[in-house]
């Protein structure tokens, strides 16, 4: 009884392995050139929108941070539009990931505002209008911490889907797992502060996105949105 139990043990342990080594993914899909940075292809005019005279936010580079496994390409920059009286700053971070593992795996701002002090009051997925017939999968977010409120809309694309929840996004993983490749992914965030008073600030966020992509070059916008999406864009 006790060798077959082991027998059993044994064949279970080898099945596992078995099925382990079937899932493990054997190639790397990238919709990022491996030369080419998320910094680049990324203009500094589009639309009614000027990045700031200072460059690029400097994001700290520390060896070994979660940011710097998570990521392999970051850059973070501020926007300006000004008509007349009124103008909107908007903070731009575009985080990139060549691999999209079990241990690597896009961050949500729903998790990272929290971990820094931040309270999520007001949470909803969303359709981002960007042309005619084309609607991006999104977020928006409002943050507050004290005085401070910020509200955000981003999305996050792996692969060719663009998972709006935590779930969504393992789901996809372990379906590019299933088909045997690794592939890249992007956090792209915009989000402004205003004040406790005023009205949230969505239909600007989502303005500034949809410029964004558009301002893009043809050619990079499947690194942003996925070629399926990119297809559909007016040239």
Known sequence: MIARREFLFAGGCAAALGTAEWLRPREMRLLLPANEKIT??????????????????????????????????????????TAGDTVHDVMLLIAYGRSQSDTLQLHRPETCYPATGFAVTFHQLTELPIADGVSLPAVMLTAEAGDRVEDIIYWTRLGEKMP???????????????????????????SMIRHPDDAPVFPVLGEFMRAMVLGMKPANRPAMIGDTFARRLPA
């Open 40 to 81: 680049n292809i990324v203009p500094l005019h589009f639309g009614s929108w000027q990045a700031g005279g200072g460059g690029d936010i400097v994001l700290p580079d520390v060896k070994d941070s979660l940011a710097s496994m998570l990521y392999s390409d970051r850059v973070a920059r501020s926007y300006r539009e």
């Open 164 to 190: 709006r929840t935590l779930t969504e996004q393992r789901v996809q993983r372990f379906e590019t797992a299933l088909h045997g490749y690794i592939a890249d992914g992007v956090l792209v965030r915009a």
